[in-house]
Antibody, heavy 121, light 107 residues
Framework: EVQLLESGGDLVQPGGSLRLSCEAS????????MSWVRQAPGKGLEWVSA????????YYADSVKGRFTVSRDNSKNTLYLQMNSLRADDTAVFYC??????????????WGQGTLVTVSS | EIVVTQSPGTLSLSPGERATLSCRAS???????VAWYQQKPGQAPRLLIY???TRATGIPDRFSGSGSGTDFTLTISRLEPEDFAVYFC????????FGQGTKVEIK
């Protein structure tokens, strides 16, 4: 059974930093692209970032480029999202998602339960 | 960027009725790379449909997807009580963008 367990969400001040983690199990982690998708309160879904199975290639939405860094530790089956220079409009539930394959194009076939990031003073 | 627009914003129906949800892309989606997700309050989205018309594992056959090019549809043939939720479509042929969602509520 595929399981994705996020952690690290918290209340942080504008300009602050936070690192999210996602522990994966139930599949061969290195074989799949992994992504972060976020959802602001009461809003829709926004793809944030993706990383290939080897970790060699990373991709970002324009809204977070230069501020967020995605990485993975395949020895620990864990995905990370380092978020710097956080803004109020980054407030959202962040979902860890497993992609359907190892390369584009892919959809998201499994989602974690989400972790809430609140950016406020 | 491909903009995805869903309509209607809210669909008010009764259990047993048919639901038809629309998803329109601002440009043609290559190879019909469209997925549909269901989200219930307080839960993560769940994959329903990919490739515009292929049901994901374990999804009941009352859910069906169709369409091509820029226009796609999710149909729920007979609404069950557990189907009242928000539905998102997503194109993944050119990066990946989501629609804003359609809420299916009990009339």
């Amino acid at each position: 059974e595929v399981q994705l367990l996020e952690s690290g969400g918290d209340l942080v001040q504008p300009g602050g930093s936070l690192r999210l983690s996602c522990e994966a199990s139930g599949f061969t982690f290195t074989n799949y692209v992994m992504s972060w998708v976020r959802q602001a309160p009461g809003k829709g879904l926004e793809w944030v970032s993706a990383i290939t199975g080897s970790g060699g290639d990373t991709y970002y939405a324009d809204s977070v480029k230069g501020r967020f860094t995605v990485s993975r530790d395949n020895s620990k089956n864990t995905l990370y999202l380092q978020m710097n220079s956080l803004r109020a409009d980054d407030t959202a539930v962040f979902y860890c998602t497993k992609a359907s394959g190892s390369t584009r194009p892919y959809y998201f076939d499994y989602w974690g339960q989400g972790t809430l990031v609140t950016v406020s003073s | 960027e491909i903009v995805v627009t869903q309509s209607p914003g809210t669909l008010s129906l009764s259990p047993g009725e048919r639901a038809t949800l629309s998803c329109r892309a601002s440009q043609s989606v290559s190879s019909n790379y469209v997925a549909w997700y269901q989200q219930k309050p307080g839960q993560a989205p769940r994959l329903l449909i990919y490739g515009a018309s292929t049901r994901a594992t374990g999804i009941p056959d009352r859910f069906s997807g169709s369409g091509s090019g820029t226009d796609f549809t999710l149909t729920i043939s007979r609404l069950e009580p557990e189907d009242f939720a928000v539905y998102f479509c997503q194109q993944y042929g050119n990066s990946r963008t989501f629609g804003q969602g359609t809420k299916v509520e009990i009339k």
